[in-house]
C-alpha cells in the first residue's frame, strides 16, 4: 500500500491514511468483485497483477489523504515493540493476550 500511495500521490514523506475505517464505493466495490473473478481465473500473472494494482491505487486514490496518523508520545508504540519482540520470540508457543500483556506490564 505504501509503495502505491508512493505512486499515487508522487513521493513518500508521509503515508496515506483512511478517512473513514468502512469505505462505502460502490464502484469501488465492483472493481474488488470483478478483480475476484479475475484472481481465481486462469488468466495471466501480469493481468492479475496489473488489475490488483489499478483496484489498490484507485482505494489509495479515492479514499485517503497524505496525511500521516498523529504520533504517540504515551510510549504505546514501544509496549507493541516489546510485544512483536515477545511474539517473534516465541512464535512456535501458544501465547494468550493476558499473558502477552503481563510481558509487557499491561495487568496487574
Not at 470483478?34 to 486514490?61: I, W
Not at 504505546?76 to 515493540?81: A, C, E, N
Amino acid at each position: 500500500m505504501r509503495e502505491i500511495a508512493r505512486d499515487v500521490f508522487g513521493d513518500d514523506r508521509e503515508y496515506p491514511r483512511f478517512a473513514h475505517s468502512v469505505v462505502r464505493d460502490p464502484h469501488l466495490w465492483q472493481g474488488f468483485v470483478e478483480l475476484y473473478a479475475l484472481m481465481t481465473s486462469p488468466s495471466d500473472r501480469l493481468e492479475k497483477q496489473v488489475c490488483l494494482y489499478e483496484a489498490l491505487s484507485r482505494l489509495v486514490s479515492q479514499h485517503t489523504t497524505r496525511c500521516a496518523p498523529a504520533a504517540l508520545h504515551d510510549g504505546s508504540s514501544d509496549l507493541m515493540q516489546l510485544a512483536q519482540t515477545h511474539l517473534l520470540e516465541n512464535v512456535t508457543h501458544n501465547i494468550s493476550l493476558e499473558e502477552l500483556a503481563a510481558h509487557v506490564g499491561l495487568s496487574p
